[in-house]
């Protein structure tokens, strides 16, 4: 089964860090544009982060800008997040997600998504 399988959540406190990552199983990431989306408790899916297949100008939410980096690393076929400086309101499941989109802010829309990684940042 065609599939993203993310890793690398966990619990941590306030102000630290994670790095998320994410692989797939057989489709080349580089022909996509890739990013994150989370999930906090009682909230709607956010696109966090994206970046286009072209590599242009990252997609950061507001909310993330200046504290999360998202990179890939096309000969391992792998996409990451590392997130600084984290949270308690970063809590949430980390989805890693891909498609063709027009936009790297689309990131939320994109069709392939991870079974998610939880992340809880604690105050």
């Known amino acids: 089964q065609v599939q993203l399988v993310e890793s690398g959540g966990g619990l941590v406190q306030a102000g630290g860090s994670l790095r998320l990552s994410c692989a797939h199983s057989?489709?080349?990431?580089?022909?996509?544009?890739i990013g994150w989306v989370r999930q906090a408790p009682g909230k709607e899916p956010e696109g966090v982060a994206g970046?286009?297949?072209?590599?242009?100008?990252?997609y950061y939410a507001d909310s993330v800008k200046g504290r999360f980096t998202i990179s890939r690393d096309n000969a391992k076929n792998m996409m990451y997040l590392q997130m600084n400086n984290l949270k308690p309101e970063d809590t949430g499941v980390y989805y890693c997600?891909?498609?063709?989109?027009?936009?790297?802010?689309?990131?939320?829309?994109?069709?392939?998504r991870g079974q998610g990684t939880q992340v809880t940042v604690s105050s």
């Open positions: 997600a891909a498609g063709f989109l027009a936009s790297a802010d689309e990131i939320k829309i994109a069709p392939l």
């Open positions: 057989k489709l080349p990431l580089d022909s996509f544009t």
């Open positions: 970046l286009s297949k072209f590599d242009r100008e990252p």
